[in-house]
């Protein structure tokens, strides 16, 4: 994008934009299936260069039974005919080049789908095989092996376990359809070595690592320890569960991203990878970008955070600390395709549309990289997804909702469903559409100077203007219920008390909202120079 010359690789203050391939934008087969492809994307890649991303992350587009909606890999190195084929992902990148973007796509190394070459393998073949041990098979405890192995639960809900005919068990920390597979054994590395030369061959700009933190388990597979109450990070006004967790983020993990690191620096253009790692806290997520390993980490602790300036302030300030004893540079994030979107999170309606704005105003003014989620730019709030169109695996899994309410497809233009998504008119895409979003449509925003999406794109330009380059020390304080930023010479305000406060002197650059008799207004936040 233009601004002054980058000091730092591209990725070091980039705005990342994600797609979700399956609700992006439909082209294919004509007149559209009502699921995204890669051909849509592509269409659609000139409306992200003038809202002025710097990239974007697609989520997996590889051979899958979707049964996760592609983080169930069948093949990695190719792609699932739902969405197109490896011709359409080099048009998308070449087009994506030409226009400035770069392209981060979906990598999933802790497990594959049942429906992969090496776990049929494994099903055909006895216990005790080498085709079992690329995945975490053991037998059963109790009277013949009629009990899991532990006692570990499955994020979907239920036991992390399932028995197949001859008495063993496999792991599956996610859906019985994505058996996790044993990362000791060396095969299991060097298939992952050659999946990402094969896309860093193709041109991709790097990778997002989907549960980064979870490759490696303890090797006695021990039970987890529940306390009845779980412990809290001590004086801390962000709550951090501090939990045994014998699956998840284990040391030998960092020797896979260590290996990652060497192959990413063997290719020219400043490869990169960013760690999609849930750690507990903001040291932990630090280690994973580490010289040596993964270029980023998500903060997940912005996502997280209540709508308080003291909160706010204290993960700003603990997120640089953690980062810079790591030489790198944060990145923050409000939503994603696994959480609920932030405008809902933050109340709903007007308020929370007007807390996601000033939230994303004070987020794009810090230092580091931001992650936009699709559907933020338009002020999407979470869908109740009616039970029978709803298609999470968890809500099968549990009965709760899950995912899908932020996954609805986008509304492109017109009056009614699937508003220019792709299909036929009146029809609705994979999962339904509201029928009062047509104010929220991208051709009704494009309209509107006031709208979200214009807000976005002002947004976007006065961050490359303002903050590009600025590698000053940046710090977080509160005075009263005001988040105060200082960072380039700018004073950063974000009022998330219930009453106006007064506006520092100066000029006001942009704001979240208007500021009426020059006070700053309670959900609300601006620039001043």
């Given at each position: 994008?233009?601004?002054?010359?980058?000091?730092?690789?591209?990725?070091?203050?980039?705005?990342?934009?994600?797609?979700?391939?399956?609700?992006?934008?439909?082209?294919?087969?004509?007149?559209?299936?009502?699921?995204?492809?890669?051909?849509?994307?592509?269409?659609?890649?000139?409306?992200?260069?003038?809202?002025?991303?710097?990239?974007?992350?697609?989520?997996?587009?590889?051979?899958?039974?979707?049964?996760?909606?592609?983080?169930?890999?069948?093949?990695?190195?190719?792609?699932?005919?739902?969405?197109?084929?490896?011709?359409?992902?080099?048009?998308?990148?070449?087009?994506?080049?030409?226009?400035?973007?770069?392209?981060?796509?979906?990598?999933?190394?802790?497990?594959?789908?049942?429906?992969?070459a090496?776990?049929?393998?494994?099903?055909?073949?006895a216990?005790?095989?080498?085709?079992?041990?690329?995945?975490?098979?053991?037998p059963?405890?109790?009277?013949?092996?009629?009990?899991?192995?532990?006692?570990?639960?499955?994020?979907?809900?239920?036991?992390?376990?399932?028995?197949?005919?001859?008495?063993?068990?496999?792991?599956?920390?996610?859906?019985?359809?994505?058996?996790?597979?044993?990362?000791?054994?060396?095969?299991?590395?060097?298939?992952?070595?050659?999946?990402?030369?094969?896309?860093?061959?193709?041109?991709?700009?790097?990778?997002?690592?989907?549960?980064?933190?979870?490759?490696?388990?303890?090797?006695?597979?021990?039970?987890?320890?529940?306390?009845?109450?779980?412990?809290?990070?001590?004086?801390s006004?962000?709550?951090?569960?501090?939990?045994?967790?014998?699956?998840?983020?284990?040391?030998?993990?960092?020797?896979?991203?260590?290996?990652?690191?060497e192959?990413?620096?063997?290719?020219?253009?400043?490869?990169?990878?960013?760690?999609?790692?849930?750690?507990?806290?903001?040291?932990?997520?630090?280690?994973?970008?580490?010289?040596?390993?993964?270029?980023?980490?998500?903060?997940?602790?912005?996502?997280?955070?209540?709508?308080?300036?003291?909160?706010?302030?204290?993960?700003?300030?603990?997120?640089?600390?953690?980062?810079?004893?790591?030489?790198?540079?944060?990145?923050?994030v409000?939503?994603?395709?696994?959480?609920?979107?932030h405008p809902?999170?933050?109340?709903?309606?007007?308020?929370?549309?007007?807390?996601?704005?000033?939230?994303?105003?004070?987020?794009?003014?810090?230092?580091?990289?931001?992650?936009?989620?699709?559907?933020?730019?338009?002020?999407?709030?979470?869908?109740?997804?009616?039970?029978?169109?709803?298609?999470?695996?968890?809500?099968?899994?549990?009965?709760?909702?899950?995912?899908?309410?932020?996954?609805?497809?986008?509304?492109?233009?017109?009056?009614?469903?699937?508003?220019?998504?792709?299909?036929?008119?009146?029809?609705q895409?994979?999962?339904?559409?509201?029928?009062?979003?047509?104010?929220?449509?991208?051709?009704?925003?494009?309209?509107?100077?006031?709208?979200?999406?214009?807000?976005?794109?002002?947004?976007?330009t006065?961050?490359?203007?303002?903050?590009?380059?600025?590698?000053?020390?940046?710090?977080?304080?509160?005075?009263?219920?005001?988040?105060?930023?200082?960072?380039?010479?700018?004073?950063?305000?974000?009022?998330?008390?219930?009453?106006?406060?007064?506006?520092?002197?100066?000029?006001v650059?942009?704001?979240?909202?208007?500021?009426?008799?020059?006070?700053?207004?309670?959900?609300?936040?601006?620039?001043?120079?």
């Amino acid at each position: 994008m233009s601004g002054p010359e980058r000091s730092h690789p591209w990725w070091y203050d980039a705005v990342v934009y994600q797609v979700y391939v399956r609700s992006f934008a439909d082209a294919m087969p004509a007149p559209g299936d009502g699921i995204g492809d890669l051909p849509g994307i592509t269409s659609r890649l000139p409306y992200l260069r003038e809202l002025g991303v710097d990239a974007l992350w697609i989520t997996p587009f590889y051979t899958s039974p979707q049964k996760d909606h592609g983080y169930d890999v069948a093949d990695y190195t190719d792609v699932d005919p739902l969405f197109g084929t490896l011709d359409d992902i080099d048009r998308l990148l070449e087009t994506a080049h030409g226009l400035g973007l770069r392209v981060i796509v979906d990598l999933v190394p802790n497990h594959t789908s049942d429906q992969h070459a090496w776990f049929r393998a494994a099903l055909a073949a006895a216990p005790g095989s080498k085709e079992r041990a690329r995945y975490i098979f053991r037998p059963g405890r109790g009277k013949d092996g009629a009990e899991p192995p532990n006692n570990w639960d499955s994020i979907f809900g239920g036991p992390a376990w399932t028995r197949v005919p001859d008495g063993e068990w496999y792991l599956h920390l996610f859906d019985t359809s994505q058996p996790d597979l044993d990362w000791r054994n060396p095969e299991v590395g060097d298939m992952f070595e050659g999946v990402l030369r094969f896309w860093l061959d193709r041109g991709v700009d790097g990778f997002r690592v989907d549960v980064a933190h979870g490759l490696y388990k303890e090797a006695s597979l021990r039970d987890q320890v529940r306390p009845k109450k779980a412990k809290k990070s001590a004086e801390s006004m962000v709550e951090r569960v501090l939990n045994d967790e014998p699956m998840w983020d284990q040391p030998e993990v960092h020797d896979v991203y260590r290996r990652w690191r060497e192959v990413l620096d063997s290719y020219p253009g400043d490869r990169m990878a960013v760690a999609e790692a849930w750690t507990q806290t903001a040291a932990s997520m630090a280690m994973f970008i580490r010289p040596d390993e993964l270029h980023q980490a998500f903060n997940f602790g912005w996502l997280g955070t209540p709508w308080s300036a003291e909160a706010f302030a204290e993960v700003v300030n603990d997120s640089i600390a953690a980062v810079a004893a790591a030489a790198s540079a944060p990145t923050w994030v409000l939503s994603n395709h696994d959480v609920e979107r932030h405008p809902t999170r933050y109340g709903g309606g007007p308020v929370g549309l007007a807390r996601g704005r000033a939230a994303t105003l004070a987020m794009l003014a810090l230092p580091g990289s931001a992650y936009l989620y699709q559907g933020e730019e338009l002020g999407l709030e979470q869908v109740d997804v009616p039970p029978e169109a709803r298609q999470d695996p968890s809500w099968f899994r549990t009965g709760k909702p899950g995912r899908d309410g932020c996954r609805v497809p986008l509304p492109w233009s017109g009056d009614a469903p699937p508003y220019g998504f792709g299909g036929p008119a009146g029809t609705q895409p994979w999962i339904p559409q509201p029928a009062d979003w047509a104010p929220l449509t991208v051709a009704a925003q494009d309209a509107d100077p006031d709208s979200t999406l214009a807000f976005y794109k002002r947004a976007l330009t006065a961050r490359r203007e303002v903050f590009a380059g600025a590698d000053e020390e940046t710090v977080a304080h509160v005075d009263g219920d005001v988040l105060v930023v200082r960072r380039a010479g700018v004073s950063v305000v974000l009022n998330a008390g219930t009453y106006p406060a007064a506006l520092p002197e100066g000029e006001v650059l942009i704001s979240s909202g208007p500021l009426p008799g020059g006070v700053l207004p309670p959900d609300t936040a601006a620039w001043i120079r």
